[in-house]
């Protein structure tokens, strides 16, 4: 379909650009994806805002924009490769 987005899939199509690293907050978001993955959807909510200080909708922004970061690949690239799989499959079923 030629709508659809271009999504990289292997590292050798997400090189980071000028070396450039996640910043403090965009780091919190991914290791939240971890800690929040076992989680019910109240418990993660109440630890994002609580952790992370921010709202659920904002993280979730935030969290779908580094998924296209070649930074947030580089440092994370199975969570990644997980996401993005996950947010392909979810827009696949919906849209």
Do not use: F, K, N, V
């Given at each position: 379909m030629a709508d659809e987005p271009n999504i990289p899939?292997?590292?050798e199509t997400a090189q980071p650009s000028a070396g450039r690293t996640l910043t403090g907050?965009?780091?919190q978001?991914?290791?939240g994806v971890e800690?929040?993955?076992?989680?019910?959807?109240?418990?993660?909510?109440?630890?994002?805002?609580e952790v992370l200080g921010l709202a659920p909708t904002t993280y979730f922004q935030f969290l779908n924009a580094l998924l296209d970061?070649?930074?947030?690949?580089?440092?994370?690239p199975a969570i990644i490769k997980r996401l993005r799989d996950r947010r392909q499959r979810n827009r696949d079923l919906h849209w």
């Open positions: 899939e292997a590292p907050q965009e780091d978001i991914l290791q800690a929040t993955s076992s989680m019910s959807q109240g418990r993660r909510d109440c630890y994002i805002r970061d070649p930074a947030a690949w580089a440092a994370y």
